[in-house]
């Protein structure tokens, strides 16, 4: 769904380590879409003094320091969502009925709050489009 090409930025053949990946990623036949909507990443900025990215769309980051991971993470969660169709939901459920074992069977749950004084739920999932419908088709409330 997404091709992340993360590069040495301190390397001395960056550009060219670059354009070879390209090239072969060309060579492979692999649909535009993937290639339009690669992320570039530059690692080890921490190397670099005050390094800015010069390529439009490159994401600074140091995985040594940790230095743009959450914005990495976004920009992945982003553009895998929009590649796959699917979206990120927060439902509230009743954990007396079938609706959290129907989200673990049909969707990603990422996260469940349990409210035990009501008997409720707020579960965050990643789930399509087609999913949700028969979600609120079987469990209108």
């Known amino acids: 769904d997404l091709i992340v090409h993360v590069r040495d930025i301190t390397h001395p053949e960056t550009v060219l380590q ?7 990623l060309r060579n ?3 649909p535009s879409h993937l290639l339009d909507s690669m992320v570039e990443v530059h690692n080890k900025v921490d ?4 390094y800015k990215p010069t390529e439009e769309n ?3 980051v140091s ?7 959450e914005e990495l993470k976004q920009e992945i969660e982003k553009k895998i969502l929009t590649a796959t169709g699917k979206k990120i939901l927060t439902v509230n459920i009743n954990l ?6 129907w989200l673990y069977k049909e969707a990603t749950v990422q996260d469940v709050e349990v409210m035990p004084e009501d008997g409720t ?6 789930i399509g489009s087609s ?4 979600y609120k088709n079987l469990f209108p409330n």
């Not at 190397?47 to 005050?50: A, K, S, T």
């Not at 007396?96 to 074992?101: I, K, M, N, R, V």
């Not at 739920?121 to 990643?126: E, L, N, T, Y």
């Not at 999913?131 to 028969?134: D, I, T």
């Open 18 to 24: 670059k354009a070879t990946v390209l090239s072969v």
């Open 28 to 30: 492979l036949n692999l």
């Open 47 to 50: 190397l670099v003094e005050r």
């Open 58 to 60: 490159a994401l600074a």
């Open 63 to 69: 995985a040594l320091h940790g230095h743009g991971l």
């Open 96 to 101: 007396e009925g079938p609706q959290l074992s």
């Open 121 to 126: 739920a707020r579960v965050k999932v990643i």
């Open 131 to 134: 999913a949700f419908g028969r």
